[in-house]
């Protein structure tokens, strides 16, 4: 495939996957701190278990960066335990607000400045892997920054567009380099990717009904 049809059937499949699933309205929060927490928590786990860890924070009153920053170490391991690995976590969820008060002062002030310098600080919090990074800035922050995770390289190794050995930059770099940068469109692209892939391209596809068949390198002829 040439690199100037590349845009075009990036837009394809968005058209294909949106027309069969439907706006998804991602992400699931009240708040852009609470994506920013749920970014760091649903690393290694699923999401109902991260909605478990984030109940348990409001109802403890705890799903603040202040509120983080000042409660001890242990009871905010105890809240996110559903989550899963919460130690560690409890211990990435205090680092984080810990850089952000010293560094920026608040969340809004941290999504004021320039996206990409904020990118480059952002993932070298400890615990902020590239993934997590770019969830905060697309969804708490409104940047386009698209998300890459297992899914999209899944996806899109099976459709051809990249290897399934690929790199979290080499992926993101397909979204970024031939897409219009629009927020809404990558918040909407990332979520329809998981949708496909938590119905039919899975680890073992399901491949009847699949609204990306015909383009698919599994589809047989």
């Not at 999209?152 to 993101?172: A, C, E, M, N, P």
Request: charged share 25%.
């Amino acid at each position: 495939m040439a690199a100037n049809d590349t845009p075009t059937r990036l837009l394809e499949i968005y058209d294909a996957l949106y027309r069969r699933y439907g706006a998804l309205n991602w992400w699931p929060a009240d708040t852009p701190f609470e994506v920013c927490v749920g970014a760091i928590l649903t690393q290694n786990t699923n999401w109902l278990n991260v909605e478990k860890a984030i109940a348990n924070l409001k109802r403890e009153g705890l799903l603040s960066a202040e509120a983080i920053r000042e409660v001890h170490q242990e009871r905010l391991a105890e809240a996110i335990r559903p989550s899963g690995f919460f130690n560690v976590k409890s211990v990435r969820l205090k680092g984080f607000v810990t850089w952000l008060f010293e560094r920026h002062g608040s969340l809004d002030a941290m999504f004021a400045g320039d996206w990409q310098q904020l990118r480059q600080e952002l993932v070298a919090v400890p615990g902020i892997g590239p993934e997590t990074c770019d969830s905060i800035l697309l969804y708490a922050g409104g940047k386009p920054s698209f998300v890459v995770d297992a899914y999209t390289r899944r996806l899109f190794s099976r459709l051809g567009l990249v290897s399934d050995k690929d790199d979290y930059h080499r992926v993101r770099t397909l979204f970024m380099e031939h897409l219009p940068p629009e927020v809404a469109l990558f918040n909407e692209y990332h979520a329809l990717i998981v949708e496909q892939c938590k119905r039919h391209c899975r680890k073992k596809p399901s491949c009847d009904g699949c609204p990306l068949g015909r383009a698919c390198c599994l589809a047989t002829p």
